[in-house]
């Protein structure tokens, strides 16, 4: 039986706070019946020959579910994520958690999956154990001394539809499988030379293989009159065993702190005299052991210390604090093992707070040693109205959308002025009020350029003038595939001097084979000299070899191994957002002569262009023998678009223009990588398609709006 350390999620609800103690008006909850404390625990294995994640891994990948019986209600990608606290109105509820990587096939990317429903019981303590277990399928390959008597140079092959491993020889790794929806066999192929040089094959099937499972193939060889190839017999039994728990080492988020009713991670913008009374909540899971506070005006607002650790204090050093208008509250659950420390700051202390800008940081740590640090900023004005700067994921490059604050209730016609930095003459744009948020869109802008911009109403024009920098255009390098060079393998290259800069193709691996799959075409173009051609083909000596689709992409050709490759989508981005590709083609699709499960022989052919931004911080690595393939809809993905292609689209003298939108999943991340592929065969990925389907393409260009 094999033995693995496994993941686990703690999670415990806990009703409201009469398991704490007294309420004290609500002190920690934010509307809910009760409260969630998320716990997690997450390690990777230590026993098999393959990658070992790390505990940081493992929690940045953890994606953790909070779903209600009207659908998903809470996501947290990643433990640092998680709130210490989540209340929640009671009811009927279920976690899940995935972490790991779901791949295919893979040697060291491994899954983990739990489930586990829950309730929600207003004046009750609801504790749920969430332990992830690996998902994926495992095998192994084990041989008996006996058969290098009579086998040399062995391979054992597993897999399913979407993805392989070969085990060369002795390899003792383990292999990883997620297996296709609607299939539950690995099929494997033992092959190897005879001593008498010729071919050794032997296939078979394990059925029914299921999650958290590993499968050992052990290769015997027995003599004797059995004959099956060449005078052996060759035998393979498949040892079945489970993934079993050994070891659970808890990983918890750090400390979080934030604002009760307020969100510190913005100014708090306030009129002198009218600021009230200001919270802060703490929460953790264990014991806080120290929260730190500190700021450079405390000497001079009536504090008697610059800065003070609330659990390193003397008596009258907290007296000191508590008369200048400073109070705190800790509790600690032991049965739950959580903590909160709500800290006020009265209206005594910040009524008295002169017009100007105060900073007060926080640092908590816990006994686990994890840290936090936040910083409040509360800013004194008697002015009506303030403009407050922009985040920067909501800044494009010719559009942004101004933000302000109201600091009183009475005043009319608010409305921001925006100019470019340097120029004399403001323009005036109505605001939008929610409250005393103020906000308006911009747009028109001109790209890489800094604005500055005041908020208004009657009568006012706030003295504060912040600004912002449009974001830069950035267009693709050699979009018009203009510049072509040859590598010394005698691959062509769409770029100078015999390496891919920006784009590449398969012609790496094709012309081992003295084929280019991707070349230059002077007679078929939209402006230029040349558009690229992508050519889709049977690469290959007579049967031996395989089909390849016509392609390039924004990235890097790895390696060759065999008849498969090893590619990495994505080139290093200057963080911009477009808001489409656009660009030219001329498609001819021919009649599918290779299928596979998603496309059948006679078929017509059809063609693919897509385009993605990522910040998943490097490329993707895309390995035809495990089919591990770029996923548009995985966490990394910021922007997709994509276009298909069906029929004939435009002729070899008059290519077609098209726009491919690009959808944002998230407004509020920046890319650092950007992947386009395009594709003669859509499903090149698994080998087929059909060898006289052809694609042109010309000056690609990303539009900005």
Known sequence: MRHYKNILLAITAMASMTVIGCKD?????????????????????????????????????????????KGLIRKYKGIDEVPGEIWLASGHYVAEAWAGDSVSASFDSKFFKAYQPFEITSGETTNVNLTCKIANVLAAVKYDDAVDEVLHDYSMTIGHNRGQLVFE?????????????????????????????????????????????????????????????????????VDESEVVVRQEIQITAAPQIRGYNFDINEPLYCESGKVGRKSVVVSAVGQLTSTIIASDKFTTTGLPTASFNIFDLTETAKSGIEAAGINWKYEYDEEADVSTLKINFEESYLNNLGEGEYNIVFYALDSAEKSKYATLKIV???????????????????????????????????????????????????????????????????????????????GFTSAVVKSFT?????????????????????????GAGGTATFWDSGNHGSITLNKNVTVSDSSVKHSGSYSVKLQSQFVGIGIIGKFAAGNIFAGQYGATSGTNATLYFGRTYNSTRPTKLRGWIYYN????????????????????????????????????????????????VIAYGEKFYTSTTGSTSNMVSFEIPLDYKALNRIPTHIIIVASASRYGDYFAGSSSSVMNIDDLELVYE
């Open 25 to 69: 008006e609500s002190m920690f909850s934010d509307g809910g019946d009760g409260r969630l404390v998320i716990k997690t625990a997450i390690n990777s294995d230590v026993d098999y020959v393959s990658r070992s994640y790390t505990e940081e891994e493992l929690g940045n990948s953890c994606v953790i579910y909070l779903s209600s019986d």
């Open 169 to 237: 020889g002795k390899d003792n790794r383990v292999g990883y499988f997620m297996m296709p929806s609607k299939s539950n066999s690995l099929s494997w192929t033992l092959t190897g030379t005879s001593p008498d040089g010729s071919a050794f094959e032997k296939t078979g099937t394990i059925e029914n293989v299921k999650p958290a499972t590993q499968y050992t193939l052990n290769v015997k060889y027995s003599s004797g009159s059995i004959a099956e190839v060449g005078g052996l017999l060759i035998e393979v039994e």
């Open 380 to 458: 004194i004005s008697n002015a009506s109205v303030v403009a407050n700067d922009i985040e920067r994921a909501n800044i494009w490059a010719t559009h942004t959308t101004l933000v302000g604050t109201r600091l009183k209730t009475d005043v009319t016609g608010e409305s921001f002025n925006y100019r470019r930095a340097g120029d004399s003459e403001w323009t005036s744009v109505a605001a939008t009020v929610d409250g005393n948020n103020m906000t308006a869109q911009i747009s028109g802008l001109t790209p890489g350029t800094t604005y500055e911009y005041v908020a208004a109403c009657d």
């Open 470 to 494: 449009t974001e830069a255009v950035y267009q693709l390098p050699n979009g018009g595939f203009e510049q072509w060079s040859t590598a010394s393998s005698g691959a062509l290259i769409p």
């Open 589 to 636: 699709p021919g009649t599918v002569d290779y299928a596979c499960d998603y496309i059948s022989k006679g078929d017509t052919d059809q063609g693919h262009i897509y385009i993605a931004l990522s910040d998943k911080g490097s490329p993707w690595t895309i390995d035809s023998g495990s089919q591990t393939f770029f996923n548009k809809n995985a966490s990394d």
